[in-house]
């Protein structure tokens, strides 16, 4: 039985209900196939990579060569063998053979023009994950409701650790206009402990947190203490389902950018904007007053260039 990156490798062969050879597929769309689907982490990511970009070399490379050309461990290429869905390198080798064959067949001039659209695969790619996200906002209740129930909650926490703390800057950064009492936490552990339960001793009712991939093993444990406390936690995250998910009250499932090294977040940011949004409707006046106050002062003292 062939895998699931192998199974999706096989489907890009199908087109309009007809079995199509596999040199009418692009060598850099099956290497997407294969290596789109898991969760690599960035040096797994970097293997890939170089994989698309040098399929017609790196094919025939061994496995050291191959460590070497990316600058990794052989044991890191071989984790990315078994993160693909082969049992080894080797396995892995006579796949991408077969492959850049294929590259091969087609000239130089299509291994460069599959080398130079990387880039606008990878904008591509983030398009579908905002398209996905376009679809769910046609019943924006949710959202709605999340974004009241977040306005309401004094103090507001926001959590986001290792990577995901930019989503969470971004968003307490624009809250704290529009909200009287925002709390960032962006490291684990017993700091993020005590920020956890002092935000309930002071009232608090909410947190908001972020989880991208690599998901935190911290992240998980912090959603378990702020429930413990008797917060309730709405969770954007890049899956539905999962260990935080199901510690989350609410879950905002959103795409993430994986085709590069290290992972984009268009969708995931274009959903905290939402949820911003949501919390100025949810108190229109208190907004204005706090908007126009933060205006005065940044005028004051000159927080801005003047455009």
Partial sequence: MPSPQQARAQATTITSGKTAPEAEVSPTSRLRALFDGPHLSPGQRRIAQYLIENITEAAFLSITDLADRVGVSQPSVTRFAAAVGFSGYPALREKLQSIALGALAGGPAAAEVNRSNELQAAVDAEIENLENLRRDFADPDQVIDVGRQLSAST????????????????????????????????????????????????????????????????????????????????????????PVADEADVTFATGTGSRLVFDSYAAPGMMAAALLQAMTDAGPERTQARLEEYEQIAEQHQFFLRD
């Fill in 155 to 242: 103090p507001l926490t926001i959590l986001g650790l290792r990577i995901s703390a930019s989503l969470a800057e971004y968003f307490a950064y624009a809250a704290r206009r529009i909200h009287p009492d925002v709390r960032l936490v962006t490291r684990g552990g017993s700091v993020a402990y005590d920020a956890l339960l002092q935000s309930r001793e002071a009232g608090g009712t909410w947190v908001l947190a972020f989880s991208m991939p690599r998901h935190a093993q911290e992240t998980l444990t912090a959603v378990r203490v702020a429930r413990s406390a008797g917060l309730q936690v709405a969770l954007v995250t890049d899956l539905a389902l999962g």
